[in-house]
């Protein structure tokens, strides 16, 4: 049972993060439509499947100028602010490029040392200028709960604007999963799709926010098998755990990474978050271990799919990115296109482009 939007306005910032997330999902929607994109709890088979189609139609509409005229008409009248105080190149320049597809006029914020923060204000204020000038607010930053605060104090105001979590810090990376989503659908159309397959996940575990994102976004998939494979150090958080437990989803854990990825359809690499140590704890960590290198190629299945969201280290060795079966790349471009699909279903255009 979800509590009510305006039960929900009365609680204090602690008591709202403290609610369990399905009780204030209703917080973040609008009449049942998706309002601020800030967990992957929010997402559901049929607004995946939806926000797919509307991806692939932009796509194919985007391939002509006369098509791509006709998207930029759409959002013309909105403008978005990018609020990346976090380090990042592909999330960000794909956020921006799908705003310009759509029309959207663009600002941003790079760094705290710009903005007024660095004077001492409050996050509140600062909060509510950005939503002063902007139509959507779109932000990374390296705090958990952080988007969800804003959407808490914005959506209280006169003028909430929809948020879109980018990144927050170690929690959640919600549209790298939708993306990852997207092109794992496409990787697997003709073959049974998303279901019934075997994703290894790959590194940094625990800190690693795009995996966690996928796998709560990849409960709405029937008969999923993960296999969790990282140093010690580095496993998949208790939470998570609890999650996959509570939902009947099956899991292994292992060090073993050459002899588990044989078996899976999926394997999904990823790099050591080390910005996140505090006495450089992972320093001493043997990673070699869990990286993928040309050798593993022949013991991987023929059709299985390598992706990773990147940045990479070492990895995947870049030998690699020419196997047909490496997605990474693909990924990254996935990721404009669902984004601009995701901007287009906030903002309740998609049934023209569908129709387009
Ligand atoms: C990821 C992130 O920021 O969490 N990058 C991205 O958005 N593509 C992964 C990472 O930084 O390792």
């Known amino acids: 049972m979800q509590t009510k939007s305006k039960d929900l306005k009365k609680l204090s910032w602690e ?4 609610t369990p ?16 994109c800030l967990f992957s709890q929010q997402f559901n088979r049929k607004n995946i499947d939806h926000i797919f189609s509307v991806a692939t139609k932009i796509r194919t509409i985007a ?6 005229d006709w998207l930029q008409t759409l959002l013309s009248h909105k403008r978005a602010m990018l609020y990346f105080i976090q380090p990042s190149t592909r999330t960000f320049l794909s956020f921006q490029s799908a705003c310009y597809i759509l029309g959207l006029k663009v600002s941003e914020i790079r760094s705290t040392s710009t903005s007024s923060e660095a004077k001492g204000e409050s996050l509140e204020d600062t909060v509510r200028t950005f939503s002063s000038y902007t ?3 779109i932000m990374r930053h390296f705090e958990e709960g952080f988007a969800e605060k804003t959407a808490w104090l ?16 170690k929690d959640q990376h919600p549209t790298q999963a939708l993306l990852d989503l997207y092109t794992l659908n496409w990787a697997f159309n003709d073959k049974g799709g998303i279901d019934n397959k075997t994703i290894a996940m790959v590194g940094d575990l625990k800190r690693g926010r795009t995996v966690r994102s996928l796998t709560y976004l990849l409960k709405n998939y029937k008969n999923i098998k993960f296999v969790y494979i990282s ?14 437990k509570k939902h009947r989803m099956k899991y292994i854990e292992t060090d073993d990474m050459k002899k588990s990825i044989q078996d899976a359809d999926a394997i999904y690499m990823t790099r050591i978050q080390d910005e996140y140590d505090i006495n450089h704890e992972s320093k001493d960590i043997d990673y070699s271990k869990f990286h993928l290198k040309k050798e593993h190629l022949k013991l991987i299945k023929k059709n299985a799919i390598i992706m990773h969201p990147l940045p990479r280290r070492d990895e995947i060795e870049h030998s690699i990115d020419n196997d047909p079966r490496a997605m990474y790349w693909r990924q990254e471009r996935n990721g404009m296109w669902i984004r601009a699909a995701l901007i287009a279903h906030i903002f309740r255009i998609e049934g023209s482009i569908l129709y387009y």
């Open 15 to 18: 008591e709202f993060y403290n």
């Open 21 to 36: 997330l399905d009780k204030k999902l209703s917080y973040f929607a609008e009449n049942n439509h998706l309002f601020d």
């Open 63 to 68: 391939k002509s100028k006369e098509g791509l």
């Open 135 to 137: 139509d959507l607010l």
């Open 154 to 169: 914005l959506n209280k105001t006169k003028r909430p604007v929809p948020i879109i979590n980018g990144g927050s810090g």
């Open 231 to 244: 140093p010690d150090y580095l496993r998949i958080g208790e939470d998570i755990k609890h999650f996959l």
